[in-house]
């Protein structure tokens, strides 16, 4: 996924505060409808103390404060500086986020905390009491759900299990021949783990097929 970087210069809601981020804090935008670009535009012009690092919604994520500066999306000076701060747009007064907007939310939150080593994630209701994000709110549950996808391991993750290892240079004619013809195929997450040493089986059963080859 794609971050774009509109920051807003150093201004009232933008102090240009260094920080070492140890959580994120996730915001609704309050304003259903709204796109990601037109709370980024707010950001930009706003004349109080209000801010975020990054708006998000299901086409973007801009990043309008960079995610080690401090924002101003609590009324609370302690984890304004300490925490990364997004907010998620929404279709409906409801709060309620849409798949597409959570995912981003979601890949958003994961980089970041390996990025940082942060492992916390924080409601904005969770800092101040503020019915912040509406929909996890009235939702705990769901919020337990979004908790647990944010601050699962790396290693659980099925799109990080496709993080493959290309074929080197000298090797990719082959490896392209091995996978045409069945031969090489990946394992039960797609990957084909070039690098990895081969067992006796594996090697005999990809002679099996390329004996069986059309
Ligand atoms: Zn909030």
Redesign the pocket.
């Known amino acids: 996924m794609e971050i774009i970087k509109r920051h807003i210069q150093k201004r009232i809601n933008n102090p240009c505060e260094a920080m070492s981020p140890v959580g994120i804090?996730?915001?609704?935008v309050?304003n259903p409808g709204t796109s990601a670009a037109a709370n980024a535009n707010y950001f930009h012009n706003v004349n109080q103390r209000v801010s975020?690092n990054y708006v998000v919604d299901d086409r973007e994520i801009i990043e309008i404060i960079p995610p080690d500066m401090k924002s101003y999306?609590?009324s609370d000076g302690y984890y304004n500086g300490r925490y990364i701060?997004i907010?998620m747009c929404h279709p409906d007064a409801s709060g309620r986020i849409t798949d597409a907007t959570l995912e981003r939310v979601v890949w958003l939150c994961r980089s970041l905390s390996a990025r940082f080593g942060c492992a916390d994630v924080l409601?904005?209701?969770d800092v101040?009491g503020?019915r912040?994000?509406l929909w996890y709110v009235s939702h705990e549950d769901e919020w337990q759900v979004l908790k647990a996808r944010i601050l699962s391991k790396a290693a659980d993750d099925p799109a990080d299990a496709k993080k493959d290892a290309p074929p080197s240079d000298w090797a990719r004619e082959a490896v392209s021949w091995a996978v045409e013809h069945g031969i090489l195929r990946g394992d039960e997450n797609g990957a084909l783990r070039l690098r990895e040493a081969v067992t006796r089986e594996e090697a005999v059963t990809m002679m099996w097929r390329m004996r069986n080859m059309g």
């Open positions: 804090i996730l915001h609704y309050g975020v999306g609590t701060q907010e409601r904005h209701y101040t503020k912040c994000p």
